[in-house]
């Protein structure tokens, strides 16, 4: 098709917009065509909520060993491209993705550079998930449905959670069916074809549009799909549907530069701008070439859905060839463009680590003391969110709470690469013991952030997924335990600053009383069980788990702080075991 023979053209010359007038919508055909829009936006619906339950889903499921395996792959650009599209084609998501990778960044866990080529992987994962999505798989929706009911009512944590997943990919492969099926009346409409196609004439427009609904959709994955539809079913050409799709590359990007990162820190957006930008000019240079490549568009494929999923690919892996060997000049321009704010503005980073310090071994422990501190303090958080989250039915306390264990992560991390890196030759025999008591506190501390924030928040989230509640009795019996818990985080701490052997006693001895309770907990949770408690036969499992957890966090607090000072005053006894005198 020549440019002058194109829909757009014609409406240029027409020099006005398409109209619907003398299309046939009128009468009873209008109120037909009005039922089939309103079941098309119903299954535009359903579509988007299955997409939800399939990222959430995969979240549940795989959620930490996602966020890990996306950490540990920061290695160089090559291997973070690749991760960041496995973990997209995961979460079916390239929006979830970069919010991940925010909160990351964020919590100094990620370098920009890495971070933006995880983003362009991200971008093709995303692409990925499309061709897979594309192809007449709806045979499958029903078994897709059914086995997902299944694990969700029958299986149990990680079980039930893959059923979610289930059942979102029943629903959108359900979702797509439908959509294509119904629109078919609507392009045997006298005129509405036509119509349609002369909206290419609107290319920046049709952008803005596609870029606007995407970011009101969270995923660019739905926004492509009803392009391929559209194009699929004759009611757009090749050329409005490639516009549909730069739109939503271009609106994928904006969800996580206005939700992610913190406000008070214009650092924390570096990631997802320059995500952002990257795209914009991705988008501006597609735009402006488009008049001369608009003929090979439609080669693209076998048909119009297919040639729009084929250059939704093609764009993106062009993109990333183009930004991934100057991914570290654009994090250069980046930092550049947003400055960090003040060091606390970022929770995750350390401020006191002081790399000259380390030539003085007793000042750069000192500094570690103080960072140590900090995690501490954030533990300490934890708790009090963990302690809203068990009897709230908000998620809000949850995620806001698995984001402390970032920081946890970030701190442990630097602190001990810190402590290590000071030159033995310098260190007293003093100065030893203190770092091992620094990297005991800091490695228990961060065991413990993991328990919360693995076990307990699972704990919560099983709970209001169950929409079960627990008995009085047993959350006046949790909210007991937690606040102690706070006590002894704070009395850890102390000990860990005055390394006071009578203090260090006393923190055992609260161990001990801990584990008293804990067992009297258990004792009358089984009690009320046989009493025929209703919210705490429904919450056993999860009770238990919990008592379960908030013990061993007990324990890590202690031997945080009590037991390095204990041990060297040999005070420890080398097993708990009674001696049998035979």
Not at 150 to 179: E, M, N, P, S, W
Not at 357 to 374: G, H, N
Not at 430 to 458: C, K, P, W
Request: proline letters at 4%.
């Amino acid at each position: 098709m020549t440019s002058s023979e194109s829909p757009r053209c014609n409406a240029r010359v027409a020099g006005h917009a398409p109209s619907f007038a003398n299309t046939g919508w009128r009468g009873a055909g209008a109120i037909d065509i009005t039922l089939t829009i309103l079941e098309l936006a119903g299954f535009a619906a359903l579509l988007l909520w299955g997409v939800h339950m399939v990222q959430t889903g995969v979240q549940r499921t795989f959620g930490p060993k996602l966020r890990h395996f996306l950490a540990g792959a920061l290695r160089n650009r090559l291997s973070a491209f690749g991760a960041g599209a496995a973990v997209t084609v995961a979460l079916q998501s390239s929006t979830a993705t970069a919010l991940m990778l925010t909160a990351f960044a964020t919590g100094g866990l990620v370098d920009l550079a890495p971070g933006l080529a995880v983003m362009l992987g991200a971008n093709v994962g995303s692409s990925l998930v499309v061709q897979a999505l594309s192809f007449d798989v709806a045979m499958l929706a029903p078994i897709l449905v059914l086995a997902g009911v299944v694990l969700f009512r029958r299986g149990r944590d990680a079980a039930h959670d893959f059923g979610r997943v289930l059942i979102g990919l029943g629903l959108v492969l359900t979702a797509l069916h439908q959509f294509l099926a119904l629109l078919g009346p609507l392009v045997a409409q006298p005129g509405v074809s036509e119509a349609l196609r002369g909206l290419g004439a609107y290319m920046p427009a049709l952008v803005v549009a596609a870029a606007l609904l995407t970011w009101a959709a969270h995923s660019s994955v739905v926004t492509v799909l009803l392009a391929m539809s559209l194009a699929a079913k004759g009611m757009v050409d090749v050329d409005t549907g490639i516009a549909l799709v730069l739109g939503a590359n271009l609106g994928s990007a904006i969800n996580p530069l206005l939700e992610g990162g913190i406000a008070a820190d214009p650092a924390s957006r570096r990631l997802p701008l320059g995500n952002l930008l990257s795209r914009v000019a991705g988008v501006a240079v597609a735009a402006a070439a488009f008049g001369l490549a608009a003929p090979y568009a439609a080669r693209l494929g076998p048909d119009p859905g297919r040639a729009v999923a084929n250059f939704h690919t093609l764009f993106n892996l062009i993109l990333a060839a183009a930004f991934l060997p100057w991914v570290g000049r654009l994090a250069e321009l980046l930092r550049r463009l947003l400055p960090a704010a003040a060091a606390d503005a970022k929770p995750g980073a350390p401020i006191y680590l002081d790399p000259l310090a380390r030539e003085t071994p007793a000042v750069a422990l000192a500094l570690a003391t103080r960072e140590a501190l900090r995690m501490a303090d954030t533990v300490e958080g934890m708790l009090k969110g963990l302690r809203e989250a068990l009897a709230s039915d908000a998620r809000g306390p949850i995620s806001t709470t698995r984001q402390l264990d970032d920081v946890l992560d970030g701190l442990n991390s630097a602190i001990k690469a810190y402590v290590l890196s000071i030159p033995q030759d310098r260190e007293a025999v003093a100065d030893r013991e203190r770092q091992t008591e620094v990297l005991s506190f800091a490695t228990n501390l961060e065991h413990a952030g993991d328990l919360i924030a693995r076990d307990l928040l699972s704990v919560a989230e099983r709970r209001q997924m169950r929409g079960v509640s627990f008995s009085p009795e047993g959350q006046a019996e949790l909210v007991r335990l937690i606040d102690r818990l706070v006590g002894t985080v704070r009395l850890a701490s102390s000990l860990f600053l005055n390394r006071d052997p009578a203090t260090a006693r006393a923190l055992v001895a609260e161990k001990d009383a801990f584990r008293d309770i804990e067992t009297e907990a258990v004792a009358a949770h089984f009690e009320r069980l046989r009493m025929g408690n209703a919210n705490t036969v429904e919450t056993s499992s999860l009770h238990l788990d919990a008592l379960r957890d908030l013990k061993r966090i007990n324990s890590h607090l202690v031997e945080a702080s009590a037991y390095p000072i204990l041990r060297t005053g040999g005070e420890l006894l080398p097993s708990r075991l009674k001696r049998v005198v035979r």
